[in-house]
Every structure is written in C-alpha cells, then in structure tokens.
C-alpha cells in the first residue's frame, strides 16, 4: 500500500482519485456493443457471449428445469444461511414502506403523495470470478415488496453454459423466474432496448466493472433509468489504536479480492498501525484463493495518516467511500460526521462483510465518489413517487387569485386564463 503521512489538503484529490481505465477506450468499446445489441437483438448476444464467456449458448433463457434442479444442487447449509440474510433484509426493506401522505395546504386544497411501483426493472448479477448470489437477495428482495410487476434477472454463463446454481436458487426463493444467461455490456443493452428474448425494461440495477457502469450510464442518456454509478467495489477504514489490526487486514483484504480495480485505503491515526495491519496483511493474503487478485488491487491502494481526527472525518467526506468502516474509540461521534458514504460499519466487531451479505442493509451502493450525491439502494429505488391534488370551489377562490397574479408576471397567459374560466363559473 503506498504510504502518506500528513498529506496537506491539496494533495488530497490526487492520492483519493480511483484507478480507472482510459474512459475515451471504455465508452467506444462499450458505445459499439449497445449499437450492435440495439440492431441485432439476440443474435449480437449470442455472440457476445461467445465471445467473452467463451460459451455457445442456444437458449438464452434460464429454463425451469434448470432452476429445479440448481435447488437440489445447493447445500442445506448453504440455504440456511441464504434464509437467515433473506429474513433480515427482508425485515429491513419492509421496514421502509411508508403510508401515503395526505396534507390539507389550505382550506379546500388537498395534496397527497403515493408510492406506485416501476413496473419493469432489470437486475444486474455479476458473475464473472465471483458470482455474487448475494446481490440477488439485495435487488430482488425490495423489487419484490415494492410490487414491481416484471423483474428480469440478467447474469453471465460459466463455461459449461449455465447460471450458477445458487443464483437460480436464490432467485426463484424470492420469486423471480425471469433469468437469462447474458454477462456485461451486452446485458445492460438488451434489457434497456429489449431483444426477441429479453424484455425491455425501464429501470436497471445492480453493480459491475467499469464497462457495466459506463454502459449503465450510456443508456440512461438514452432514456432508460438506472439505480446509480455503482462499480468497482472500494472500502475505507478508518482506525485508531483501539483497532485490531487483524481485522482491519481482513476488510481490507474481503474488498481487495473483489476484483484487480477494487481500492482499499487504510485512514490510520498512527503510523505505527499501518506497520501492523500491512503485517497482518501479508501473513492473511496468501491463506486466500483469490490472492492473486487481492495482491493486484492492492498495488493503487493506499494507507494515509492525517493530523487529527477532525481531518480524518474531512478525508472520509472528500473520498465519499462506498464502504466505511470506522474502527475507532468514540465511534458514534465520529459517525455523526459523516456525510458522505455509501454505508458506514461502526465498531470492531462490525466487519463490511455482515452488510454485504446478512446483517439487512442493502450492499448495492454508490461508489467513484458518487456517494456525495447518491443513496446506496433501498425499497424508493424501485418506487415513483406521485403528486396527486384535489381543489374544491372554495379552495379556488382561495388559491385562484395568487396562481392568476404569479402567472400573469411570468407572462403566461394560458396559466392566468385557466384559473379565470374557472373563477367566472363561481
């Protein structure tokens, strides 16, 4: 991890900036695939994913066979603990649903908000070296309760042709049967435009790497709606002498694995710290499977000691983290500054890992800074909200001279006059 000490603010942007590929690459390749997707429908994604996932497929839809028998292939254990983080996200996300509002502005002016569902979302599964099954529960679960009437569920093949057996599983648990076996770009493509196969859909969610986000935000130019920029994953820790240096190694390291473009930073209030935890670092990485990929992202990680805890919480809130850990004394009043992260973990005992899979807050957040301006996903996310408003007759003898006199000053005679017909009649 490269190593900062004190780093004045206006170095700041630089050291905090996420490794990204040459965006001008990334849109043309990523501009080329919807193009194709938009023209050719199926038959672009067949061969996309020959392609990349090195698979012929003939049916690009799960069947129900193959959800029936990835049910009897997923261990008991493992459905135990699928139903343990369905139940707590579940409870969470239901937890969000709110009655509609009602409010009297004026004597015989009603106004009122209701929630009503999008009736078709896409979710997004990656695949790839880890296929986050756990993402299911997190997209599903809330499209679900909010009432959303078609969900499409999109994920890459494995090399044999199939959808990763807890995948399906978790999918039908929750009750989606939409799913088909389609990876990256091309994914995003065919359920914003639609193919012969693929329904089109108005709103799509779920994380990817960079080419997945930046085809996420080209087609949300192209009026189809997205959850946010949610890519590459990124966690910071921020920890004092109270912390175990074991376990920050090992968030560092659950995020560092996620992929080669992840980024950790190590936001320590003694040098000395960062000397043990890149210890315990080493000694945990090569007990890892995927360490390999985990030694990669680590290489543009970084570890950085500020002044004092005030600039700390200044550092955190000028990254905007998509994860943040705070291992430290007085956790609470540090937490109570923040203002800009995806989600926050407080305390030693509160691994980023219980987020991303069970403790019920949802893990799809936003990420590149995007944590400034996003929420991370939630039940709203798959929700419109809409006004509706009644007047009465003596609401608009009330209302009707302001609305007349504010139209009449912006020059809008229709406005002014659709008030006065109406006032004539009264």
């Not at 969000?96 to 002016?109: A, C, I, K, N, S």
């Not at 659950?254 to 890149?278: C, K, N, R, W, Y």
């Not at 210890?279 to 990929?293: A, S």
């Not at 992260?341 to 936003?366: C, I, M």
Request: proline letters at 6%; charged letters at 20%; hydrophobic letters at 40%.
């Amino acid at each position: 991890m490269k190593r900062f000490i004190y780093p004045e603010p206006a170095q700041w942007p630089q050291l905090l900036a996420r490794p990204v590929l040459k965006t001008e690459d990334l849109e043309r390749t990523v501009s080329d695939i919807i193009r194709e997707v938009q023209t050719n429908g199926d038959s672009a994604l067949r061969t996309y994913t020959a392609r990349f996932d090195r698979v012929e497929l003939t049916d690009l839809e799960v069947s129900a066979n193959e959800i029936r028998r990835a049910t009897e292939d997923v261990p008991e254990s493992l459905k135990a603990a699928i139903q343990i983080a369905y139940e707590n996200i579940t409870a969470f996300h239901r937890a969000q649903q709110t009655p509609d509002l009602f409010v009297d502005t004026m004597p015989g002016v009603r106004c009122c908000r209701k929630s009503r569902p999008i009736e078709k979302v896409g979710l997004y599964i990656p695949g790839g070296t880890a296929p986050l099954f756990s993402t299911v529960l997190m997209l599903g679960i809330p499209a679900v309760l909010a009432g959303c009437r078609d969900i499409v569920l999109c994920t890459p093949p494995d090399l044999s042709g199939s959808v990763n057996p807890v995948i399906l599983y978790t999918a039908q648990l929750i009750g989606i049967t939409r799913i088909f076996k389609i990876g990256g770009v091309q994914a995003i493509a065919a359920m914003a435009f639609g193919t012969e196969s693929v329904p089109q859909v108005y709103k799509i969610f779920g994380p990817g790497n960079q080419y997945v986000t930046a085809a996420k935000q080209m087609v949300s130019r192209m009026g189809v709606a997205i959850d946010m920029p949610a890519g590459p994953s990124e966690v910071l820790v921020c920890a004092d002498n109270t912390a175990d240096p074991t376990f920050v190694a090992a968030d560092l390291l659950s995020q560092a694995e996620h992929g080669i473009d992840s980024q950790v930073v190590l936001l320590a209030m003694d040098p000395a710290f960062i000397d043990q935890t890149e210890r315990e670092i080493n000694r945990l990485l090569d007990t890892l499977p995927r360490k390999d990929i985990a030694r990669k992202a680590l290489e543009h990680s970084l570890a950085i000691v500020p002044r004092d805890r005030e600039e700390a919480l200044q550092i955190i809130n000028a990254y905007a983290p998509e994860h943040l850990i705070l291992a430290l004394k007085d956790v609470d009043t540090m937490a109570d500054g923040v203002v800009n992260a995806g989600s926050v973990f407080l305390g030693n005992y509160t691994p980023e890992a219980a987020g991303d899979y069970a403790s019920g807050t949802n893990h799809t957040l936003p990420t590149n800074g995007f944590a400034r301006a996003f929420s991370g996903v939630s039940l709203d996310s798959f929700q419109k909200k809409i006004t509706f408003q009644r007047v009465s007759q003596d609401g608009l003898r009330q209302l009707g001279p302001a609305v007349e006199a504010m139209a009449e000053a912006e020059q809008l005679d229709a406005h002014k006059l659709a008030i006065r017909v109406r006032m004539q009649t009264l």
